[in-house]
Nanobody
Framework: QFRFVESGGGLVQPGGSLRLSCAAPGSTAKYYALAWFRQVPGKAREGSLCISSGGDSTTYADSVKGRFTASRDNDKNTVFLQMNSLKPEDTAIYYC??????????????????WGQGTQVTVSS
């Protein structure tokens, strides 16, 4: 339903930080819960966190809890992913997706759509 554009990926050393952005200009994405996912070759897309439409509630996967946070700028239909204390196992292509509800229901990628092209994050020394 939306055309997302992810950006901000790159190469970072273990323990470093990155901030990803996902934008859907001119859309109505601000009315829906948005989530960040990641995927490595040969594995299913894994949900990292979801932020509600108002930005007042976030659901985290155990693998990123305490290290990743999300925020959103609804005026710009953009969601951000702040990644701290990065580990090599965080290496993946990161995508954002939109649910069809305001609140976060699940981190199962099958409940989401509107995938962008993704942005590569590589954590390596």
């Amino acid at each position: 339903q939306f055309r997302f554009v992810e950006s901000g990926g790159g190469l970072v050393q273990p323990g470093g930080s990155l901030r990803l952005s996902c934008a859907a200009p001119g859309s109505t994405a601000k009315y829906y819960a948005l989530a960040w996912f990641r995927q490595v070759p040969g594995k299913a897309r894994e949900g990292s966190l979801c932020i509600s439409s108002g930005g007042d509630s976030t659901t985290y996967a155990d693998s990123v809890k305490g290290r990743f946070t999300a925020s959103r700028d609804n005026d710009k239909n953009t969601v951000f992913l702040q990644m701290n204390s990065l580990k090599p196992e965080d290496t993946a292509i990161y995508y954002c997706g939109a649910d069809r509800y305001k609140a976060c229901r699940t981190l199962d990628y099958r409940a989401y759509d509107s995938w962008g092209q993704g942005t590569q994050v590589t954590v390596s020394s």
